[in-house]
């Protein structure tokens, strides 16, 4: 299910559809980061495992993140660099919120 929340949200495996959740936060990001999106951040990260079909297998899933999976590692990541918890917008937080259904914390 949360593969299919992915590409519901424009994250497929042959790009970010146009006019999609998707493609309004590649353009959110690419604004603010002065033209390009980063490798690591909320967009890439979504669009490669829309790809790949793999935020599921990743340990994002629709009942919340897998303990010892590939995402745990990453929440654990970035809350160390944050002080201990993962910034709203963040990468985890919003593949998290996509995997589930939501709008990645965008309204």
Not at 13 to 29: D, N, V
Not at 80 to 99: C, E, F, K
């Amino acid at each position: 299910m949360s593969d299919q929340n992915v590409h519901r949200a424009g994250f497929s495996p042959s790009g970010i559809t146009r006019g999609s959740l998707a493609s309004s936060m590649m353009s959110q990001e690419a604004k603010a980061s002065g033209g390009g999106v980063r490798s690591g951040g909320p967009t890439s990260t979504l669009q490669e495992m829309g790809a790949r079909g793999s935020t599921h297998s990743s340990g994002f899933t629709t009942s919340g993140i897998s303990p010892a999976s590939q995402a745990s590692q990453m929440m654990s990541k970035e809350a160390s660099s944050h002080g201990g918890g993962t910034p709203r917008g963040g990468t985890t937080s919003t593949v998290q919120s996509i995997s589930m259904g939501g709008k990645g914390g965008r309204r």
